[in-house]
């Protein structure tokens, strides 16, 4: 058993971290042995498709989320910013001729430059995260209405449709193949890089990184574009699952991934987060919502119950970190 030491030498379990660190995998596990005694059909591989497929655009966002919360910031650009950034791309992609290199760069394109434009009113104009983001999500959401001119478009180019909708050798979707690599970049750049210590460091103290030397400004600034550059891989991938350009595609896309990198153990203070916790938070998210369809729970209650387990999440957030400080 892991044990720390108090102030008065005493030695003492660290019962926060083993808890906070445990209960996403805890939980996951959990809810999969539920809903397979619920459902005799759950074990299915059609079920874990559809479930792996449908939270693939979640996951992406939610690793570029999870990098901005680690640093102790956070980001209400992505369910906007996603629509932007999808609009952006099929509009180009249409009148382009239906090219799919130009849907995919415009998208990724699209991305960056919206977390290049919320990294620079953070670092430059000295803004709260809150704010500026925030005040980026209002600008987003009427340039989404004024690109696409509230019009709808439908996607039907089979090589398009592959990214969103295709399957490796027939079984594994291409949307989580996706996820799978962003995770893996997410994964380098938080234990494998310089960037990464910076990461940690300032979401820890950011007083003290900066008087270590670490250019502050610099780190978050590449923080926020990588969470850009992930919406936009989403906004690709959503655009491609659903067939459709709209304005309106983003859904819940903000919430839930907010959600899962609070469930998967990503502390709201900073300096604490993990791409293994924020996978298990992505897939219980996706099983919460298949849990509520099994139960024909109404549509209007589901975000409530949503509402309610990112309430227990913060409260364990909450208790594990005044446990550590008080050792």
């Not at 102030?7 to 379990?13: D, I, K, L, T, V």
């Not at 910031?73 to 249409?94: C, E, N, Q, W």
């Not at 890089?193 to 502050?216: L, P």
């Not at 659903?242 to 990198?261: F, H, T």
Request: net charge positive.
């Amino acid at each position: 058993m892991s044990k720390s030491t108090t102030e008065g030498g005493a030695r003492r379990p660290a019962w926060n971290f083993d808890i906070q660190r445990a209960a996403p995998y805890i939980s996951l596990l959990v809810l999969v042995v539920a809903l397979s005694l619920y459902n005799e059909h759950f074990l299915q591989l059609s079920t874990f498709q559809n479930l792996l497929q449908s939270q693939a655009a979640t996951g992406i966002v939610a690793i570029g989320a999870m990098c901005v919360i680690i640093t102790g910031g956070i980001d209400f650009t992505t369910g906007f910013g996603l629509a932007t950034a999808s609009v952006t791309a099929g509009v180009l992609y249409v009148r382009s001729g239906n090219n799919i290199a130009v849907l995919l760069a415009a998208g990724v394109a699209m991305g960056l430059l919206i977390g290049l434009c919320s990294g620079l009113l953070i670092t430059k104009l000295k803004l709260p995260p809150f704010i500026a983001t925030f005040a980026m999500m209002s600008v987003l959401q009427g340039l989404a209405l004024l690109i696409s001119e509230g019009r709808q478009y439908l996607i039907t180019d089979k090589a398009a449709l592959w990214v969103g909708q295709g399957y490796l050798f027939g079984i594994v979707p291409v949307p989580f193949v996706i996820f799978l690599l962003i995770c893996g970049a997410g994964y380098l750049l938080l234990n494998r890089t310089k960037m990464g210590v910076y990461i940690y460091a300032m979401g820890g103290n950011e007083e003290a990184a900066v008087y270590a030397g670490v250019q502050v400004n610099r780190y978050k600034l590449l923080v926020y574009v990588f969470a850009g550059f992930c919406t936009g891989v989403a906004s690709v991938i959503t655009t491609t699952r659903i067939a459709l350009i709209s304005a309106s595609v983003s859904g819940d896309i903000l919430m839930d991934a907010i959600s899962a990198v609070v469930i998967g153990g990503t502390s709201v203070s900073g300096g604490k987060g993990t791409v293994s916790g924020t996978i298990a938070g992505v897939l219980i998210m996706g099983l919460i919502s298949a849990a509520l369809t099994y139960l024909n729970v109404d549509t209007l209650l589901r975000n409530v119950v949503k509402g309610v387990v990112i309430i227990l999440a913060l409260l364990l957030d909450f208790a594990m970190n005044k446990e550590r400080s008080a050792v």
